[in-house]
């Protein structure tokens, strides 16, 4: 392809950047280290010249987690320097104590090995977490772990309602923090697409 689709982009996200890569590299003749290194750095200058406000809600729901004395943790196959510039230009980092990427897990999302292995860091059985997930691969590998899964459908792509999930919401302050504290989740019904 001569150019780069939403569709070609758009089975990625969430996923594994390395499977990323050797695509790019197959499909574009672009060396894979050289992608790399200039997205790499093109993000966290982006990032830098923040601040950048989080998704609206995001930052009421993690102060929520931390008032209730809760665990919260990112699970991200982001590469580790995106996490971080991310987590610095939206204010989190000291909200957010365990950030788990990629590059710890053999698997990337689909597989459940990085909520599994999160899970086991926090603590945590799998069953007992609420994993918030944009992403198809990301509500795939949530689900294949066990956990409650609430897919947000605000970020940049916003898939339909991934299988398995327990509830969706449009935006994070859809999200019911009494879910916080044992309420059923249960979905805010969103149109059929």
């Not at 950047?17 to 695509?23: I, N, P």
């Not at 931390?66 to 580790?80: D, F, Y």
């Not at 691969?137 to 772990?145: F, Q, Y």
């Amino acid at each position: 392809p001569a150019e780069l689709t939403i569709e070609d982009y758009e089975r990625f996200v969430g996923g594994s950047f390395e499977d990323y890569t050797d695509w790019i590299e197959a499909t574009y003749r672009v060396p894979k280290a050289d992608f790399r290194a200039r997205y790499t750095e093109t993000i966290v200058d982006l990032l830098r010249f923040g601040p950048s406000p989080a998704m609206p809600g995001a930052d009421a729901i993690v102060r929520a987690v931390h008032r209730r004395g809760l665990r919260v943790a990112v699970a991200s196959m982001s590469e580790p320097p995106w996490v971080t510039a991310t987590l610095r230009a939206t204010g989190l980092t000291d909200l957010i104590p365990l950030v788990v990427t990629g590059v710890e897990v053999e698997h990337a999302k689909p597989h459940p090995e990085i909520y599994l292995h999160t899970a086991a860091l926090l603590g945590v059985d799998p069953a007992a977490c609420i994993a918030v997930e944009d992403s198809v691969n990301g509500t795939a590998s949530a689900v294949a772990a066990g956990m409650i899964v609430v897919q947000t459908r605000q970020g940049f792509l916003a898939p339909p309602r991934q299988p398995g999930v327990h509830a969706v919401i449009e935006s994070w302050a859809q999200f019911d923090l009494r879910w916080l504290e044992g309420r059923p989740v249960e979905g805010i019904p969103t149109s059929p697409e």
